[in-house]
């Protein structure tokens, strides 16, 4: 799809959202698919664009390809197809099976994401771990780069506010990673002292 049309489809997603949550559904549903439809049509240059929507689902197409987005407990997927080929976006709170990076012994997911184009499949995650590990995994991290062949360059800064903060890249023919490691205020307790935790950002780009 073109990228401004793409753009505005996904924009116009929040209405056709709000409408699926609508409690009246029928022609309440059906009168935001057709006020959407005007709006992406009107910016995309005039182009037909349809939208439906089923419970938990939303497909948009036009005569350049289609947008599906579908949601199922806390996982949301977006698929694109068009003249040009096709890729698929999961977003969702667990790790799949196949993901490349090494993981600590115990961690939260923030967030994660599975991104497929002709490259290959892209993975980006964000876990969170204890503020006192924030060592331990940048070290096991770093070990892992450079063990697996990949030219390894980092960057660490550290704050005032015992924050502080580390990016770490890694080139390789094949692929790219990128980790970044933050010790970051995440709340206050009862007592009013802040909470700290580790945040890892991690994501995998294959170079196809």
Known sequence: MKKTKTLVLLMSVVFVVAACGSDDGGNADDAAE?????????????????????EGQITLTDEDGSVEISTDDDEMTMTVEGDDGG??????GELPA???????????VGSSMQFEDEAGTSYSAVI???PEEYDSV??????????EG???????????????????GGERDDADAFISISIEEVANDDAGNLIYETAISLTWAPLG
């Not at 890729?87 to 969702?92: E, I, Q």
């Not at 196949?98 to 939260?108: A, Q, S, Y």
């Not at 940048?138 to 063990?147: D, F, I, R, V």
């Not at 990949?150 to 770490?168: L, Q, R, S, Y």
């Open 34 to 54: 057709a006020l959407a439809e005007q709006l992406i049509e009107q910016a995309g240059g005039g182009d037909d664009v349809n939208i439906d929507t089923d």
């Open 87 to 92: 890729l698929s976006a999961t977003l969702g």
């Open 128 to 130: 969170n771990v204890a």
């Open 138 to 147: 940048k070290a096991m991290y770093q070990a892992w780069l450079e063990g």
């Open 98 to 108: 196949d993901f490349p990076f090494p993981l600590p012994d115990e961690f939260e």
């Open 150 to 168: 990949f030219t390894v360059d980092a960057f660490e800064v550290e704050n005032a506010d015992d924050t502080k903060g580390v990016f770490i």
